[in-house]
C-alpha cells in the first residue's frame, strides 16, 4: 500500500470513548474517511459467563507485516506476543440461560484475548453480546479433519469493536504506519479479513490474514498467526459434532 493511502489512516485515527447515560457507553472511532461507533452495555454478558466453558490454548502470535517495494518497507515481523486462543460452543448444556444464538449465527464461538508487549496489541473476537449495534462480527465455519477441525471465516463487520491489531510503525516513505486498526474503521473496505487453521483437543494454529490492494496496484498483508497448546486444566475440545464445543466442565 503506498503512502498516499496508507498516510491519511493514521494521521487521522484514534480511539475515543465517552459514557452515554442511556446505552451505558460508546466506543468511536475516527479516521479521515469519518467516524464510526458502536454502543456497548456495562451489565452482565453471556460471552462473558461462557468463558469457564471455552478450552483455553496457551502459545505464542506474531505480526507480520508485507507489501510494498523491498528497498523501502521490507517485511516486518514484530516480537511474539505470548497470549491464549480460546473456542468452544454456542449454548452450555444444561443452562438455557447461556446461549449466543440469539445474537450470533455462527455454529462456535472463538476469541483472542486483548494482550500487548512492547510491541504489539492482538484482539479479536468472533461476536459479543457486549455490543448493541453490530454483536457479530465475524463469519466463521469449521470443517472436521483429521484430529480436529479446520475453521475458516471471513469478518463481515462493519463498526468497531473488540477486534483491534495495533503496532509500530515501520520507516520508510512507502511503508507502514502504526495503528490501531480496529476492523470495523468507517471507509476502509479494502482491507478484507480471512482466518483459517485447524484446532484439535491439543493444539491450535489460527492465520487471521488481512489483504488489501492500493491504487498502484501493490498488493499489502498483515499476518497474525497463533501457535500454542491446549491448557492442562479446565474445559476440553469435544470433536464428536459437526462443530467445535467443549465438554463444558469448568
Not at 468452544?88 to 455462527?106: A, K
Not at 463498526?159 to 502504526?178: K, Q, R, S
Not at 497448546?229 to 469448568?250: C, E, N
Request: net charge negative; aromatic share 12%; proline share 6%.
Amino acid at each position: 500500500m503506498t503512502s498516499s493511502l496508507r498516510r491519511p489512516l493514521i494521521t487521522g485515527l484514534m480511539l475515543a470513548t465517552m459514557v452515554l447515560s442511556q446505552d451505558c457507553g460508546r466506543r468511536v472511532v475516527f479516521t479521515d474517511r469519518g467516524a464510526s461507533s458502536n454502543y456497548y452495555n456495562c451489565s452482565g454478558h453471556v460471552d462473558g459467563d461462557m468463558w469457564k466453558y471455552l478450552a483455553w490454548y496457551n502459545g505464542t502470535t506474531t505480526v507480520t507485516l508485507t507489501g510494498g517495494p523491498a528497498s523501502e518497507c521490507p517485511d516486518t515481523t514484530w516480537q511474539p506476543l505470548k497470549n491464549s486462543f480460546l473456542i468452544g460452543g454456542m449454548t452450555v448444556p444444561g443452562n438455557p440461560s447461556l446461549d449466543r444464538r440469539v445474537y450470533d449465527n455462527n455454529t462456535f464461538y472463538f476469541e483472542i484475548p486483548s494482550k500487548d508487549n512492547d510491541n504489539i496489541t492482538v484482539s479479536f473476537q468472533s461476536s459479543s453480546d457486549e455490543w448493541y449495534d453490530e454483536p457479530q462480527g465475524w463469519q466463521i465455519n469449521a470443517t472436521k479433519k483429521g484430529d480436529g477441525y479446520d475453521l475458516a471465516g471471513t469478518w463481515i463487520g462493519t463498526l468497531p469493536d473488540n477486534n483491534e491489531l495495533d503496532f509500530p510503525g515501520v520507516p520508510g516513505d512507502d511503508c507502514w504506519d502504526g495503528g490501531p486498526y480496529y476492523l470495523g474503521m468507517k471507509g476502509y473496505d479494502n482491507m478484507k479479513w480471512v482466518l483459517a487453521g485447524h484446532v484439535s483437543p491439543t493444539a491450535a494454529e489460527i492465520s487471521i490474514v488481512e489483504t488489501n490492494v492500493d491504487r498502484d496496484g501493490g498488493v499489502w498483508h498483515i499476518y497474525t498467526n497463533f501457535t500454542g497448546k491446549a491448557g492442562p486444566k479446565g474445559p476440553k475440545l469435544v470433536t464428536t459434532g459437526d462443530a467445535p464445543t467443549t465438554d463444558a466442565k469448568a
